[in-house]
């Protein structure tokens, strides 16, 4: 290895931490010397600032707390809770996968898997060689290839800050330079593309909607950013629907997995059976074990289509027709099917004053059933429907309130 290991989350910007979230940590990233004692321990690696560290989360818990470990990526004593949507747990089979599940049985299987995702999955490099800084700071992430001539998804904080980038393909030994094209701190996710490179295999992005708790996942990466190639690691999905926050930071949505995810791992892929990407392997829970997150593909695809258009407020180019993320004004967690609703939707816990839901007349109770035209059968639904609008669009809104439904035009606000 060749500089030790730091954590991640780097990539801070100002808002307020929500009060409803649960706290947030990154894996951690690699940083230049020196080298760490033999005996330390070694932090999960994400990237940003020339470290890549899966942000660290420190979990609380009403009985008994588990605090977080040492700072990571400058997240400390955040907490992790559960945004109260859990998916039923559902046993594993070792027939062929279900609708809606992922089973790997066994070692043929996860080969094959690898065999059509690890050839898309990239190491990402960076250096900060910022003014006052003798030895350039060094970091190592993950990335996954999205088109052939070379666009790459990773999270923002592996990039953050970073002077230079350097993507090597899987198997090669060469490298070469990127540039950043955009990046969403808030969402964590940043959109790379590579110099001089064609007809390269891609991954295919799936869907995150249809995973249930137990479904068999691989976590796949450049954890520690160890000489010889991608680590893969097996896990099943733990929990669906994680919120985390630390230092200003939330994010929503998010895939638990036992997985081990580890600094390095940032922005690579999490796979299911079919060989999909349903995930981007995000953060890491303080010192609790085998408890990580991914940030749901569902999340990151209207993301990357505001990149592709010209960036968010957080990259060079602020977007038309307004800057930062759509807000809409309301915490939510699963609705049960009922009448008005009876294929669920997003229960509304909570209205901030002076928001647009606030202005729509929502209250805590309500369940949103539409938004932008689309059904919602859940918070990742309307999450997915709202970021995909920029703020100063207007969108319907339809919910159930006693078995009756009820509809308003929002113009959505900037978080």
Known sequence: MDAPIDTLADAEDSRPTDPDATPLVVPPQQQ???EPPPDSPVKPTGGGRGRDVPRRVAMAAAAAALLAGPVIGGVAGARLTDNGSRSPTRSASTAAPASGSSTIAGPADIQGILSKVEPAVV????????????FPTQGAGTGMVLTPDGEVLTNAHVVDGASSITVSLSGQTTTHP???LGEDTSADVALLKVSGVSGLPTVTLGTSASLRQADSVLAIGNALDLQGGLTVTQGIVSALN?????????L?????????????????????????????????????????FAIAVDQVKPVLDRLRQGGTASSTTAPPGGTGTAFLGVTTSQ????????????????????????????RSGDVIVAAGGREL??????RS?????RPGDKVDITWSRGGAQQSATVTLASR
């Not at 999490?270 to 995000?282: C, R, S």
């Not at 059968?377 to 309307?382: F, S």
């Open 178 to 180: 990127a540039q950043l």
């Open 252 to 292: 929503r949505g998010l895939i638990q997995t036992d997985a081990a995810i580890n600094p390095g791992n940032s922005g690579g892929p999490l796979v299911t059976a079919d060989a999909k990407v349903v995930g981007m392997n995000t953060a890491v829970a303080g010192n609790a074990q085998n408890i990580g």
């Open 385 to 389: 429907a709202v970021s995909s609008h």
């Open 123 to 134: 190491f990402v490099r960076t250096q900060d060689s910022r003014a006052g800084t003798f």
């Open 377 to 382: 059968t859940g918070p990742d639904d309307l």
């Open 335 to 362: 609705a049960d099917t009922g009448a008005g609703h009876p294929n669920g939707g997003a229960l509304v816990g909570s209205v901030s004053p002076g928001t647009p839901a606030a202005q729509a007349g929502l």
């Open 242 to 250: 994680r919120t985390i926050s630390g230092n200003g930071e939330t």
């Open 32 to 34: 230049s010397p020196p």
